[in-house]
């Protein structure tokens, strides 16, 4: 298994473009997130997805959208990106495990956002 | 709201000492808690976790110790190593909203 991808890898926007970051999970994983990590801030949550066809708002959702028409993929989209929104954005998608154990997230390896 | 933080930002040990790295929560419905580790330019990993109805967790290396009473969480590592140098976040789980992270504590290993 890739376990999650995402793509690219770094990325520099100028101000008002707007972008696609692709996040993709080969676990069958219903659950899946973005989140955002900025220096001294954590991980915040942008979106997530309790299965396909559902999402719903994190903690910092304003500027970014988000669809999950495959249990797969699960696509970040930056409307008209600002410099508030450089930082570094990770993928993760877990499930729930029948037996009532802990989720579990395993993240991908981040993009690096860069917008000028 | 409720909140996951952490007691230091950062943390310097010997080679070979114990570390021990705290949290500070205040969700008391939280259902288990998670510490993940995350190295320079990757993404984070699973640690270990605990379910709120125990005191105490044992992995490899690691020890999990929570303290429903002040709602305190810590994170111990026997015998550091260089390896361990890591940004290590604790996470809280409730029902079925989306995990909670503090804002890391930065581990570095003194060789």
């Known amino acids: 298994n890739a376990g999650v991808t995402q793509t690219p890898k770094f990325q520099v926007l100028k101000t008002g473009q707007s972008m696609t970051l692709q996040c993709a999970q080969d676990?069958?994983?219903?659950?899946m997130s973005w989140y955002r990590q900025d220096p001294g801030m954590g991980l915040r949550l942008i979106h997530y997805?309790?299965?396909?066809?559902?999402?719903d708002q994190g903690e910092v959702p304003n500027g970014y959208n988000v669809s999950r028409s495959t249990t797969e993929d699960f696509p970040l989209r930056l409307l008209s990106a600002a410099p508030s929104q450089t930082s570094v954005y990770f993928c993760?998608?877990?499930?729930?495990?029948?037996?009532?154990?802990?989720?579990?997230?395993?993240f991908g390896p981040g993009t690096r956002l860069l917008v000028l | 709201g409720e909140s996951v933080g952490l007691h230091l930002p950062t943390l310097s040990v010997q080679e070979g000492d114990n570390s021990i790295i705290n949290c500070a929560y205040s969700?008391?419905?939280?259902?288990?808690f998670i510490w993940y580790k995350q190295e320079s330019g990757k993404g984070p990993q699973f640690i270990i976790d605990?379910?709120?109805?125990?005191d105490k967790r044992q992995g490899q290396r690691v020890t999990v110790l929570l303290n429903k009473t002040v709602k305190h969480l810590s994170l111990q590592i026997a015998a550091t190593q260089p390896g361990d140098s890591a940004v290590y976040f604790c996470a809280e789980k409730s029902g079925n909203t989306p995990l909670v992270f503090g804002k890391g504590t930065r581990l570095s290993v003194i060789a």
């Open positions: 969700n008391s419905a939280s259902d288990y």
């Open positions: 993760a998608s877990s499930y729930q495990p029948s037996s009532g154990g802990a989720e579990t997230q395993y």
């Open positions: 605990i379910r709120s109805n125990m």
């Open positions: 997805s309790v299965g396909a066809g559902i999402t």
């Open positions: 676990m069958n994983h219903e659950y």
